[in-house]
């Protein structure tokens, strides 16, 4: 569930033969959406386990820093946890899209925050797709970004697959 990144991976079954998957993203998602639709979206499933990648595209709002992406993560987080209490949780890293380099330093505070949330709770997993994304100078990698400098190509697409499969559950 989440955003653009989700909806528009387009291959996502076939990335990952074996696994039953439901995606739910949908285009211009913040958290507070999700949030609001996950009686909708996510709960009737009964999901074993719910993939979050949401939370980029709240920075483009005025006065959102870390700290607010990160309660809104936790306030969806206690949704699901609490009308799924099984359910295994996985969220990925926020991406460094070059279209929003401005808000990288408050994106890798709040996968930070995210990361170390996650430690305290069972049945929870985060996946760094952000560094894997990275030159060796820290910038983005142009060649896995659309012209749109935010959205992912195929060799993009390529890097999360390899980084959350591990974490998939049957």
């Known amino acids: 569930v989440g955003s653009s990144s989700f909806r528009m991976w387009t291959n996502i079954q076939e990335d990952f033969p074996g696994y039953t ?85 408050e994106m890798v505070k709040a996968n930070t925050m995210i990361k170390n949330y996650l430690k305290n709770y069972r049945r929870t997993g985060y996946v760094d797709v952000y560094s894997k994304m990275l030159l060796t100078d820290g910038s983005p990698m142009p060649d896995i970004f659309k012209a749109d400098q935010l959205h992912m190509t195929e060799a993009g697409y390529a890097i999360w697959k390899k980084a959350i499969k591990p974490y998939l559950k049957k």
């Open 21 to 105: 998957l439901i995606n739910r993203g949908f285009g211009g998602s913040s958290l507070p959406d999700v949030i609001r639709y996950a009686p909708d979206i996510i709960i009737p499933y009964k999901p074993k386990q719910v993939v979050v990648y949401c939370g980029e595209n709240d920075f483009t709002a005025d006065g959102v820093n870390a700290e607010i992406v990160y309660d809104r993560f936790t306030t969806l987080f206690e949704i699901i946890r609490e009308k799924l209490p099984k359910a295994h949780i996985l969220f990925v890293s926020l991406k460094p899209s070059p279209s929003r380099l401005k808000y990288m330093p």
